[in-house]
């Protein structure tokens, strides 16, 4: 079946360092994946960060990027200098070219942003 | 921000008692899923709705759960029999354009 693998947490950062948290994944039922990155702040619920849904192209939503590479099968979240407020659980997901499809998530990396 | 509203927030439950939850798609949205996300973080899909009719669902769904999405009705999830291993956080997401968008969740505690 389809599967997500993204860095095991927890990662814990100081303030305006730069961030990769890693999310490779395998699509055995799905030929043309979308890929996202899901965030969910403490005591929030879970959000959509941001979605890319072709190969090569790059998505970026609140100073995080992340880059579709269907090479080498990965989506890794990249933020070039992090803030205290970016403490989260951030989840990389897969899902189909379908409204009706499921997503497959990766089982969340804890960040943790020291001031 | 997801306007997919759930309720309620928390739910206490003793084994082999129901457990009902319910949630509000966004407005427009046209098919509503249910995950459970266990203590693990591991999300499971459990059943998925478009226009009422069931689109997908997993054996345990099937066997233990019932669901519905009535037109001009919350979507409900609901456990017959709850059991301790179903002790997790349920989430509703409702979906446009391949994008699903996620509830705050409600979190069952079976004792």
């Known amino acids: 079946g389809d599967s997500v693998t993204q860095t095991e947490g927890p990662v814990t950062v100081s303030e305006s360092e730069s961030l990769i948290i890693n999310c490779t994944y395998s699509a055995t039922s799905i030929a043309y994946p979308n890929l996202f990155w899901y965030v969910r702040y403490p005591g929030e619920g879970l959000q959509l960060l941001l979605k890319v849904i072709t190969a090569g192209q790059k998505g970026s939503s609140r100073g995080f990027e992340a880059t579709y590479n269907k090479e080498t099968t990965s989506f890794h979240l990249q933020k070039a200098s992090v803030q205290e407020s970016d403490s989260a659980v951030y989840y990389c997901?897969?899902?189909?070219?379908?409204?009706?499809?499921?997503?497959?998530f990766g089982d969340g990396t804890v960040l943790t942003v020291k001031p | 921000n997801s306007k997919v509203i759930q309720t309620p927030r928390y739910l206490v439950k003793g084994q082999g008692q129901k457990a009902k939850m319910r949630c509000i798609p966004e407005?427009?949205?046209?098919?509503v899923f249910w995950y459970q996300q266990n203590k693990n973080n591991e999300f499971k899909f459990l059943i998925n709705?478009?226009?009422?009719?069931?689109?997908?669902q997993i054996d345990m769904t099937e066997k233990r759960f019932s669901a519905e999405c009535p037109s001009n009705s919350p979507c409900s999830l609901e456990i017959q029999s709850s059991e301790a291993g179903d002790s997790a956080l349920y989430l509703c997401?409702?979906?446009?354009?391949?994008?699903?968008?996620f509830g705050p969740g409600t979190r069952l505690l079976v004792l």
């Open positions: 709705f478009q226009n009422q009719e069931v689109l997908q």
């Open positions: 997901a897969l899902g189909g070219r379908s409204n009706t499809g499921k997503l497959t």
């Open positions: 407005k427009g949205h046209p098919v």
């Open positions: 997401a409702s979906s446009l354009q391949d994008t699903q968008y």
